[in-house]
């Protein structure tokens, strides 16, 4: 299993990226996806996930309506879209397998 993330960096409050992650190793269609995120001092927490089938299936209270999970089973890939930046949302976002599959994590830092 292999995850790599990408889309990290440097924005603006207020400003958008969009993460990426690649996956192999596995059939990637029979799983569900996460994204995770570390800041500075915190725990790991979970900020989206998305079903096998693409339905998105959860969003952590601080990204709801700013954040959008998505995923290509042909691509292999899954996306995390976000919108409305703020400081808060630095950290290092990791992308996730069940049972304890992690990417190497892309950082995202959002700041003036």
């Known amino acids: 299993v292999q995850l790599v993330e990408s889309g990290g960096g440097l924005v603006q409050p207020g400003g958008s990226l969009r993460l990426s992650c690649a996956a192999s190793g596995f059939t990637f269609s029979n799983y569900r996806m996460s994204w995770y995120r570390q800041a500075p001092g915190k725990e790991r927490e979970l900020v989206a996930a998305i079903l096998d089938t693409g339905v998105a299936a959860y969003y952590a209270d601080p990204v709801k309506g700013r954040f959008s999970i998505a995923r290509d089973n042909d691509k292999r890939m899954v996306y995390l879209q976000m919108n409305d930046l703020r400081p808060e949302d630095t950290a290092v976002y990791y992308c996730?397998?069940?049972?304890?599959?992690w990417g190497q994590g892309t950082q995202v830092t959002v700041r003036s």
């Open positions: 996730y397998r069940p049972v304890n599959f």
